[in-house]
């Protein structure tokens, strides 16, 4: 199977940032196991707070401490996802029920984090439930990826890290200036793209993993960076 071409387009900032996170957090990850602390349970904290703040937004949708909130939180849920990732693949929670967990929840969260974009100006409802769907259809492409014969893909350029960092700089612009510029609704279409081309991306890599023709079994499990990860098999006899 030949490999995809340039597949640094398919890179990510969880590709950079991911092995930094592990290892800064990797003690308190450590003594959260120790206390009974289960990956299970960091990501249902995750998914609980993406509601919470996502509801606050659609509640204030132009008040700037809103924004403030959600910015907060950006960084929590990225803690929470190198927190949840480490114990399921280090500390040995991982398990095919937590992966669909994680799953689950990253799409659950990001529709709960990206709706209340709709009632902030200049977007609108339409454009931003179409870039939702967009989203989403990215995340299933790369799940799909072990049933192509490959692991969960991660390809972007618009994964899931990197969507966080788009909704983070919303909330910094809102901050500071009180409100979003009128030339801002050209973000929506440009995301849209860019989620196109990740979709794509994970497409054309799982299709075009060298290992699709090894007839190893595929299990779906979770790994640091919060969407589940594909652990391939090498025989038959392993599940």
């Known amino acids: 199977m030949s490999r995809p071409h340039a597949p640094f387009l398919g890179a990510t900032t969880l590709t950079f ?75 040995g929670q991982k398990s095919r029920p937590g992966g669909f967990l994680n799953e689950a929840g990253d799409i659950i969260s990001d529709i709960a984090l990206f709706f209340p974009l709709a009632f902030v100006p200049p977007f609108s409802v ?28 991660l390809e972007g350029p618009l994964g899931k890290s990197d969507r966080s960092i788009v909704l983070a700089l919303i909330g910094w612009v809102t901050v500071v200036y009180g409100k979003l510029p009128e030339g801002a609704w050209l973000l929506v279409p440009v995301l849209c793209l860019a989620l196109v081309a990740t979709i794509w991306n994970r497409l054309r890599f799982a299709l075009a993993d060298p290992h699709r023709s090894t007839g190893g079994k595929i299990s779906t499990y979770r790994v640091i960076g919060a969407p589940a990860f594909a652990i391939k098999s090498k025989l038959s006899g392993i599940v």
């Open 17 to 91: 940032i991911k092995p930094r996170l592990r290892r800064i957090f990797r003690p308190i990850t450590a003594r959260l196991a120790g206390a009974g602390v289960t990956a299970n349970q960091v990501t249902i904290i995750s998914l609980i707070g993406s509601i919470m703040v996502g509801t606050m937004l659609c509640c204030f949708p132009t008040h700037p401490a809103s924004f403030t909130a959600l910015r907060i939180w950006l960084v929590m849920r990225t803690i929470c996802a190198t927190i949840d990732g480490t114990l399921a693949i280090e500390f």
């Open 126 to 153: 339409v454009r931003i439930v179409f870039l939702i769907a967009l989203i989403v259809l990215s995340e299933v492409a790369g799940i799909i990826g072990p049933l192509l014969g490959s692991d969960r893909r």
